[in-house]
């Protein structure tokens, strides 16, 4: 399997080019050159395997060997930063920099990765938005001979194997969900997915394309940029990121739409560079209408404000006494509104991202009681390490100079 860059850059790279990497030279997103096919034979075989094993099987149509870079460089607004924290703290071949947006996490979620203390994890304070703190990650990708030389590679969803993997969600969402697969055709599951960077509905887009067969609903908070392209084809800014209780969802340029259209658009790179450079340029672009009408064939969308996020959560507490995250209950506010037109017919499952204990003010706000467990609780207690990046400091210089120093003293 080959990759190419969403912008057509020059020559494709194997699963190693893409895994050791971030954003493709030109500033584009690697993509598989082909997308793999799955008839129904094959999605009943799979259908008998367990989660690991389907992921096993779905990675090798991708992955040609297991690869373990140095450093990872991870971008985060919310969940990403410490699963990529836990997955690497301590090793002695990896080092990984993580940068949040200072206060608009929640405040567990910074104590989970500002409370890891180890020598190769190195967390980073920003004064800014999610959005914002990509920029200087752009920045380093761009710098080819840099990010070869201290071996750089992205952990959040710009990443190729993170998309690849999440496309396993849709595959493993679809098998506990079809009511059978004995019958021809394969009957329709209707996956609804919280959506903010937009990284797992390009995996459900991609599985979509894969033959799996699933109808996908794209639910976004306040920052509602892709309900909009889905809606109207207006892939533009609405001024500046709403700070809303789905925080890890405060997104307001969601990179992986540009996968999305490309996938779209048959992989035209020509195409998806000219629209991409535009929309870098005036943060406003409005879809071609041939575009436009594939993005609203492909994806359905719904947007919830916070008031319809406490409400689904308390309405949810009531009625099956589970505590949803607020960005869960994006998904299920979908689903809420569907029961409210009387829509049955279609089995539908809404993707649950996160736990409720790390969103303790949402709770509150629910009017419900937020249940800690001990390990979350501790983390208040113990001390918190990071490096803050202020407004007008040039953060890829500070992300720079830090990687050169790791690096320097890796090698006394």
């Not at 506010?333 to 569907?338: K, N």
């Not at 539908?348 to 800690?372: E, I, N, Q, W």
């Amino acid at each position: 399997m080959e990759y190419v860059s969403t912008r057509g850059g020059p020559g494709a790279v194997d699963f190693e080019g893409a895994l050791f990497s971030g954003y493709a030279p030109d500033g584009g997103l690697f993509m598989p050159s082909a997308v793999p096919q799955l008839d129904a034979p094959a999605l009943r075989r799979w259908s008998a395997f367990s989660y690991p094993r389907l992921v096993k099987e779905l990675c090798s149509l991708f992955v040609a060997a297991e690869l373990v870079p140095r450093n990872v460089l991870d971008g985060t607004s919310g969940d990403t930063g410490s699963s990529a924290i836990e997955s690497v703290r301590g090793q002695k071949n990896m080092d990984i920099f993580v940068l949040l947006p200072h206060g608009l996490c929640s405040q567990i979620q910074e104590l989970q990765m500002t409370t890891v203390i180890e020598e190769n994890v190195h967390v980073f304070a920003a004064h800014g938005n999610s959005d914002e703190i990509d920029e200087p990650i752009k920045e380093l990708f761009a710098d080819a001979d840099f990010a070869r030389k201290h071996n750089l590679m992205s952990l959040n969803s710009v990443n190729w194997s993170r998309i690849m993997v999440q496309i396993a969600h849709h595959f493993y969402a679809y098998f506990q969900c079809a009511p059978s697969l004995d019958t021809t055709p394969l009957p329709v599951v209707e996956i609804v997915v919280p959506t903010g960077g937009g990284g797992n509905i390009t995996a459900g887009c991609i599985a979509q394309k894969m033959g799996l067969p699933i109808r996908l609903v794209a639910v976004v908070n306040s920052n509602d940029i892709i309900h909009r392209a889905v809606q109207h084809g207006d892939f533009s800014l609405s001024g500046d990121v709403k700070a809303t209780l789905a925080s890890a969802m405060d997104i307001q340029e969601p990179y992986n739409m540009e996968r999305i259209l490309w996938l779209l658009s048959d992989g035209d790179s020509s195409l998806i560079k000219t629209l991409m450079e535009q929309f870098n340029v005036s943060k406003s672009l409005k879809l071609p209408e041939d575009l436009h009408r594939k993005l609203a064939q492909t994806l359905g969308s719904c947007a919830a404000s916070d008031k319809d996020i406490v409400r689904v959560m308390r309405r949810c507490w009531e009625e099956n006494c589970y505590l949803l995250c607020p960005h869960s209950a994006v998904a299920a506010h979908y689903h809420y509104a569907q029961l409210g037109c009387g829509s049955r017919s279609t089995p539908r499952c809404c993707l649950a991202p996160a736990s409720a204990a790390k969103f303790r003010d949402a709770v509150l706000r629910a009017g419900l009681v937020p249940d800690v467990p001990p390990e979350i609780s501790v983390l208040t207690t113990l001390e918190t390490r990071s490096t803050p990046l202020k407004r007008g400091e040039d953060w890829a210089k500070t992300l720079r100079e830090r990687i050169e120093d790791v690096a320097r003293r890796r090698k006394t």
